[in-house]
């Protein structure tokens, strides 16, 4: 069965930089996006921006563009965020999802979340 | 900022009937591009309730059904339980910024 778990949570300093994987299992890795998402305290869902599992292309929301960086390693049908330089406002809960098997431009399978905690 | 509006919170008895809106624009559901809504419960990743506007995944109840029309649409619940209390996001592709688009979220509480 299709499974996607990410990394456990982290607690950083400001100026720090964090690294969450985000490990699919149960079908071809490459074969479907896997996007990014945000949930900060008192915020919405925000969609940061995919990576193409196929090409390692990766694609920024706008206000998620110079310190967060999408990178994968297929070997172990893993992708990856990470996020420099770190703020307080980064807090938040971080999600991968796959875009759908359907192809309609929706998210079927969703990690677990990672907690970024940013505090001096 | 969110460009899908949704109303802050919707309310209602145990048995009700609740709705909540997705208000978008002609870039993205007055485009034709699908609505899909997600569930999200504290300490949980969000759930897909409705994709393709009207479609319930398997194991999704049938209380919960989708619709739209023009730049909105809208998530309903009918025979409203303790269960569903919990947040409510809509979510479509946006041709303006080439990606997706999460609604400002809707929470429901059960009174």
């Not at chain 1, 994968?72 to 999600?95: F, G, P, R």
């Not at chain 2, 949980?44 to 506007?53: D, E, F, H, Q, R």
Request: overall charge negative; some cysteine.
């Amino acid at each position: 069965q299709v499974q996607v778990v990410q990394s456990g949570s982290e607690l950083k300093k400001p100026g720090a930089s964090v690294k969450i994987s985000c490990k699919a299992s149960g079908y071809t890795f490459e074969r479907w996006v896997m996007n990014w998402v945000r949930l900060a305290p008192g915020q919405g869902l925000e969609w940061m921006g995919w990576i193409n599992t196929n090409t390692g292309e990766p694609t920024y929301a706008p206000g998620f563009t110079g310190r967060f960086v999408f990178s994968m390693d297929t070997s172990v049908s893993t992708a990856y965020l990470q996020i420099s330089s770190l703020k307080a406002e980064d807090t938040a809960v971080y999600y991968c999802a796959r875009d759908s098997e359907s192809g309609n431009d929706y998210f079927d399978y969703w990690g677990q979340g990672t907690l970024v905690t940013v505090s001096s | 900022q969110s460009v899908l509006t949704q109303p802050p919170s919707v309310s209602g008895a145990p048995g009700q009937r609740v709705t909540m809106s997705c208000t978008g624009s002609s870039s993205n559901i007055g485009a034709g591009f699908d609505v899909h809504w997600y569930q999200l419960l504290p300490g949980t990743a969000p759930k897909v309730l409705i994709s393709g506007n009207i479609n319930r995944p398997s194991g999704v109840p049938d209380r919960f059904s989708g619709s739209r029309s023009g730049t909105s649409a809208s998530l309903a619940i009918t025979g409203l339980q303790a269960e569903d209390e919990a947040d409510y996001y809509c979510q479509c592709f946006d041709s303006s910024l080439s990606g997706y688009v999460f609604g400002t979220g809707t929470k429901v509480t059960v009174l």
